[in-house]
């Protein structure tokens, strides 16, 4: 069983940045490809980007790519979402998710991820 907790929402001005944190309790975090998901209010819950186990491969959605970027540290048990030039679409709760059994490769349906965090709120202000 895998526990997450996300840290590091907030609010910030449109063309600001953030950075996201997920600490994962076990021993064996660097067994999951891990995700972050995010959902606006009235709307489904979203993939943003997916890092593989070891961190060699990444993915993003497009409405992101090219101003997020996610990374791990498996000796922290930690997973990063760097969050720059935030538009104020960017506006929802942030959800980190781990996924044992989809390998390396491009998983983005939130069915895929079997633990969840609680979620952190990101507003971006225009």
């Known amino acids: 069983q895998v526990q997450l907790v996300e840290s590091g929402g907030g609010l910030v001005q449109a063309g600001g940045s953030l950075r996201l944190s997920c600490v994962a309790s076990g021993r064996t975090f660097s067994s999951y490809a891990m995700g972050w998901f995010r959902q606006a209010p009235g709307k489904e819950r979203e993939f943003v980007a997916r890092?593989?186990?070891?961190?060699?491969?990444?993915y993003y959605s497009d409405s992101v790519k090219g101003r997020f970027t996610i990374s791990r540290d498996n000796a922290k048990n930690t997973v990063y979402l760097q969050m720059n030039s935030l538009k104020p679409e960017d506006t929802a709760v942030y959800y980190c998710?781990?996924?044992?059994?989809?390998?390396?490769?491009?998983?983005?349906?939130?069915?895929?991820?079997?633990?969840w965090g609680q979620g952190t709120q990101v507003t971006v202000s225009s």
């Open positions: 998710a781990a996924d044992r059994f989809n390998g390396d490769s491009d998983h983005r349906s939130v069915y895929e991820y079997v633990h």
């Open positions: 890092i593989s186990r070891s961190g060699g491969s990444t």
